[in-house]
Every structure is written in structure tokens, then in C-alpha cells.
């Protein structure tokens, strides 16, 4: 099977300007690509600005299309405002706005500084507000309808996680954000949707997620029941959908792409997987034979 087959036709996203927050890296950069080849304007902004331009020179002359790229640092809410207005003065309005840029480290909670644990709910929960309410308020004002807000989470958004709190905690403030607005913004003309990934290796995740020898220690492959990681391209055919008009009736979802990762952890009896395929004799005989006791 090949994961890596582009799933929309050419002009999908024709005419739309979308915003990537975090677009110069990792999954943002694989998304960033992918709309640009279904052809759409693409804003990517973080805090690395010449990161930020290689990406645009890479991309536009790997596509053809255009990128604005513009340093935010997403914490900040006027560099968030001057990154609106930037994007608007370039392309003449916003149509999705994506939010991706993350921070996230493991550590034990009781090692983190209250500064540590800060800056991951600033970057991922405070920084999706503040673009949130930015564009939001944008949209509102101008009477702007059709807009789509797409944002990225994880599966411990619900299942809480040991190790990685902070980014736990601003997930699932961005996951209630997410289907909260979904409701009290449709009448405005915004869906609000979101994307649970598991393992997608990137160098911004694995180098401080897995650093070291945890990489080959803790296979994650191995915890995923397809027995394999996700594919970027993956990713971006998903997120391609999300912020498409084909998913015009979509509104208020977090769609999981994990491969079934997160319930292989959460089945109570799942464990019995280790049980080799020999012994279901046996232990069939053994139940059956309790049945007039
Ligand atoms: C303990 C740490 C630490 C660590 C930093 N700090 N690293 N504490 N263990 N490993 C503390 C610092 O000492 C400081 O507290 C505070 O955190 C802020 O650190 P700075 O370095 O000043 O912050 P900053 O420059 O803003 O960098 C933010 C960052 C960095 C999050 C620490 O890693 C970053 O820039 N990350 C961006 C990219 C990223 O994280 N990508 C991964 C996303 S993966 P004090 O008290 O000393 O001032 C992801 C996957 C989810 O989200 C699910 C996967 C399955
Ligand atoms: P990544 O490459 O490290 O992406 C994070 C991006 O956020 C970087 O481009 C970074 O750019 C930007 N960023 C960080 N702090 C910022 C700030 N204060 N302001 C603006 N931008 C900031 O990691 P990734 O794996 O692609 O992660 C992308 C998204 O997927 C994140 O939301 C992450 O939580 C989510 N996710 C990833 C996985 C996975 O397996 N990879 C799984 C679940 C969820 P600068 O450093 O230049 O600012």
C-alpha cells in the first residue's frame, strides 16, 4: 500500500489563503506543502524567521505557489494581530487559519519549574487562543463567512499523559476550545474542527520526546496496532479535507489518525494480544468447561 498517494484533486484549495502557525517545520511544513500543490495561498509564521524563508523558497519552487512567511510568535497577541494584518495585506483575506505551533518536552511534573510549565501552556493553549480570537474577531467585524479554523491536538487531549503534563493540560484546553466554538461561532460563518495524530516522527517532536537512546529503547511503532508510524503525507490529505469546502458540513470533530494507537492502551483486555494463537484451544475448553459449575 502506498500512504504517501495525494488524496484531493489539483484546485481543491484554489482561492483560499491559509495560515499555518508553525508552517516552517515538521508536520506544518508537510501541510503548507500539500495545500500549495492543491493550489492555495500559504502564510507560515513562527518565531524563526530565516527558517521561515528557506521554507518559502523550497516550497514555492517546488509547487509554483505563493508563501508569505512572517516571524510570530504566537504568545504574543500583538505579533499575532501585525501576522494577521501582514497576511491580509498579502493575499487580501484569510480563509483558514491553522493552528499547529507547538511546544512540548518530557519531563517528570515535579522537576518543572512553574516557568516550564508555563511556556508549553503559552505556546499551545494560549497561542491557539490568541490567533483563535485575532482572526476570529477579523472575520466577525468584516462580516467574513466560510472560514475554517483547524486545530492540531493529540490523543492525550482526553487520556491525559504522565511525563508530558503541560502539553496535556493545553490540549485539552484546545480541544474544548475547539467544540465550544463550534457551536457559538458557526452563526458567524466559522467551522471549528481538530486533528489527533500519533506518531509522526519529526525531528521537533522526537528530539525532545525520544532524545538519546529512547528512540531505539521505546519502539512506537510497536504500541500502534497497524504496527507502524503515520506518514506526513497522511496527515496533510486529512487536513487537506478539513479545510476544503468537501467538508462544509464538518463542524466541531477531532478526528483521530493514529493508527489505533490510543485505544490499544485504553482496552481493558487487550493484553490478551500476547496470548499465541495455539493456546485459544485450550483456553475455549477451559471456559466451556466451567459452564454447570
Ligand atoms: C525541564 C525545561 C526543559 C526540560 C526547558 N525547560 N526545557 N525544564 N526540562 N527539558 C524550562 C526552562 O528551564 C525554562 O524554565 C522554561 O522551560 C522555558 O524554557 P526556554 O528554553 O526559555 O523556552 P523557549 O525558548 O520559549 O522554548 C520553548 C521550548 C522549546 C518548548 C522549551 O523546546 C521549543 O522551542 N519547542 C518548540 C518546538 C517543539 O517543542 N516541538 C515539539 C512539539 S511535539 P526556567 O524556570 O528555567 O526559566 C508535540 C507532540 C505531541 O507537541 C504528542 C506526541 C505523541
Ligand atoms: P515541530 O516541527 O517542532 O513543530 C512545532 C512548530 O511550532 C515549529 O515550527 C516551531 O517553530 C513552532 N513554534 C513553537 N513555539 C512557537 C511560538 N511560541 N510561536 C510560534 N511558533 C512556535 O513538531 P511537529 O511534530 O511538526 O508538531 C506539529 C504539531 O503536531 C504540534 O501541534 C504537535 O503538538 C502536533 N503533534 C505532533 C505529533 C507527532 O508525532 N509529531 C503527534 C501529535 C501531535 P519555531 O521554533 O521556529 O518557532
Known amino acids: 500500500m502506498d500512504y504517501t498517494k495525494k488524496m484531493l484533486r489539483d484546485d481543491a484549495l484554489k482561492g483560499k489563503t491559509i495560515v499555518v502557525t508553525g508552517?516552517?517545520?515538521?508536520?506544518?511544513?508537510?501541510?503548507?506543502a500539500y495545500f500549495l500543490e492543491l493550489g492555495a495561498n500559504l502564510v507560515i509564521t513562527s518565531r524563526n524567521i530565516e527558517k521561515l524563508q528557506a521554507v518559502k523558497t523550497e516550497l514555492e519552487s517546488q509547487t509554483g505557489g505563493k508563501v508569505l512567511a512572517v516571524q510570530c510568535d504566537v504568545r504574543n497577541y500583538d505579533e499575532v494581530e501585525a501576522m494577521l494584518n501582514a497576511s491580509v495585506e498579502a493575499f487580501g483575506k484569510v480563509d483558514v487559519l491553522l493552528n499547529n505551533a507547538a511546544g512540548n518536552?518530557?519531563?517528570?511534573?515535579?522537576?518543572?519549574?512553574?516557568?516550564?510549565?508555563?511556556t508549553i501552556i503559552d505556546i499551545v493553549l494560549k497561542g491557539t487562543k490568541n490567533c483563535t480570537l485575532a482572526f476570529g474577531k477579523y472575520w466577525i467585524k468584516n462580516k467574513e463567512t466560510e472560514k475554517v479554523?483547524?486545530?492540531?491536538?493529540?490523543?492525550?487531549?482526553?487520556?491525559?499523559?504522565?511525563?508530558?503534563?503541560p502539553s496535556a493540560t493545553a490540549k485539552a484546553g484546545v480541544l474544548a476550545m475547539t467544540r465550544s466554538l463550534a457551536v457559538e461561532w458557526a452563526k458567524y460563518g466559522m467551522r471549528f474542527n481538530a486533528i489527533a495524530p500519533g506518531p509522526f516522527p519529526t525531528k521537533g517532536a522526537w528530539d525532545r520526546l525520544l532524545p538519546g537512546d529512547l528512540k531505539e529503547k521505546f519502539?512506537?511503532?510497536?504500541?500502534v496496532p497497524l504496527k507502524r508510524v503515520g506518514k506526513h503525507q497522511e496527515l496533510a490529505n486529512l487536513a487537506a479535507y478539513l479545510v476544503s469546502d468537501f467538508s462544509s458540513y464538518v463542524n466541531g470533530e477531532v478526528i483521530t489518525i493514529d493508527g489505533g494507537e490510543w485505544l490499544k492502551g485504553a482496552g481493558q483486555m487487550n493484553l490478551l494480544e500476547e496470548v499465541p494463537k495455539e493456546m485459544w484451544d485450550m483456553l475455549e475448553m477451559m471456559i466451556r468447561a466451567k459452564k454447570n459449575d
Open 23 to 32: 508552517g516552517g517545520s515538521g508536520l506544518g511544513k508537510a501541510m503548507t
Open 219 to 223: 519502539d512506537l511503532a510497536k504500541k
Open 149 to 165: 479554523v483547524l486545530n492540531i491536538v493529540t490523543t492525550y487531549a482526553w487520556t491525559g499523559s504522565a511525563y508530558v503534563v
Open 105 to 118: 518536552f518530557i519531563s517528570p511534573t515535579e522537576r518543572l519549574s512553574a516557568n516550564a510549565f508555563d
